[in-house]
């Protein structure tokens, strides 16, 4: 057994609350989640063992919503504990969640924030004994949850399949540089027999595996609003697999021979097989003159505007900063 955190990576709408929930229901895990903390808070003010660049960082992180929501931190008990070691920025992100943890009278906890594959090799600097869960999901069926979810379907076809290619791609590349802490999970496999996988999961991060997980009782959220679909609602608790090749009531043929053109190669490899689609000379039309040169050009955008942003890090959108002052904050959870 091990105290290593534990870290949910993934894109939007591949399952990675599913996972959070289960994980979420283990006696001995504590997860939270959407505290983006690697991105937008790691390495951004300089050196947090000089005094006003700690100040910035750790008034900035208790401004931040989903950090007050889902962590409710005690600002000066963590101020002190800081201080007592090391003051990186993996320490001070350990205090808050230890803390929470503490709370829930668990002994570990774990993160699920989108997109933490990009930050692995950070999180794994900070944390060597760490444990990083990717969770992946046919590009046809997360592209239909992403149209299902905005209710009125605008395509987003060149963005969100971007937006799955990055996503793989870091996470082949992360799981061949850091194989023993790196590991891949299709939702296919956690929806479809989510007991044999939680054991495979809980043998990698290094814990018991427990049948309690399957209540997804620590995710109260989770389970009251229905589950782990986005195509109508579910039996509370329960596991569906409704979402699993719905995407061949929601796409069109175009679109599906679009992300099996752009997407193939990861397809394959991760067992998603191809479906033989033959387009009518109107769809062909369609594909050839218009989504395809389009949709590429707001892929291959959004996946450049996406690495710069990664590589030089992004802002804090100010909606998500509290209107409250630091005081105020600290005083709430006194």
């Not at 889902?70 to 008990?77: C, G, K, N, T, Y």
């Not at 719905?246 to 679009?258: D, F, G, M, T």
């Not at 050009?297 to 590589?311: D, F, H």
Request: hydrophobic share 35%.
């Amino acid at each position: 057994m091990t105290d290593g955190p534990i870290f949910i990576a993934g894109p939007d709408r591949s399952g990675t609350t599913l996972l959070f929930a289960l994980l979420a229901s283990h006696p001995n895990i504590s997860m939270v989640r959407r505290t983006n903390m690697w991105r937008y808070f790691h390495n951004r003010y300089g050196d947090l063992g000089q005094e006003d660049n700690f100040e910035r960082c750790f008034n900035e992180m208790l401004r931040y919503n989903r950090i007050q929501t889902f962590l409710q931190p005690d600002a000066e008990r963590i101020r002190a504990a800081f201080g007592s070691e090391k003051p990186t920025y993996g320490r001070l992100f350990s205090l808050f969640h230890q803390q929470h943890a503490e709370s829930l009278g668990k002994f570990r906890w774990g993160d699920k924030s989108l997109h933490t594959e990009h930050y692995a090799a950070r999180v794994f600097a900070e944390f060597p004994d760490a444990k990083i869960l990717h969770i992946t999901r046919d590009p046809r069926d997360r592209y239909a949850s992403v149209r299902k979810r905005h209710g009125r379907d605008v395509p987003r076809l060149g963005g969100a399949n971007g937006r799955w290619l990055l996503s793989m791609r870091k996470a082949v590349d992360n799981q061949k540089r850091f194989p023993d802490r790196y590991k891949i999970v299709r939702f296919e496999d956690l929806a479809g027999r989510p007991e044999a996988s939680l054991k495979e999961i809980c043998a990698f991060v290094g814990e018991e595996y427990t049948p309690e997980m399957l209540s997804m009782s620590g995710a109260s959220d989770h389970v009251s609003s229905g589950g782990n679909s986005s195509f109508g609602k579910i039996e509370p608790g329960q596991i569906s697999q409704k979402p699993i090749g719905r995407y061949r009531e929601v796409l069109s043929n175009v679109e599906i021979a679009y992300i099996q053109l752009v997407g193939g190669s990861f397809m394959q490899q991760f067992g998603y097989p191809l479906d033989p689609i033959q387009l009518s000379g109107m769809e062909k039309l369609k594909f050839y003159g218009q989504v395809l040169p389009s949709s590429l050009v707001r892929m291959v955008g959004w996946m450049l505007v996406s690495t710069l942003k990664i590589q030089r890090g992004e802002p804090i959108p100010r909606s998500r900063l509290s209107s409250k002052n630091t005081s105020e904050i600290r005083g709430q959870y006194a």
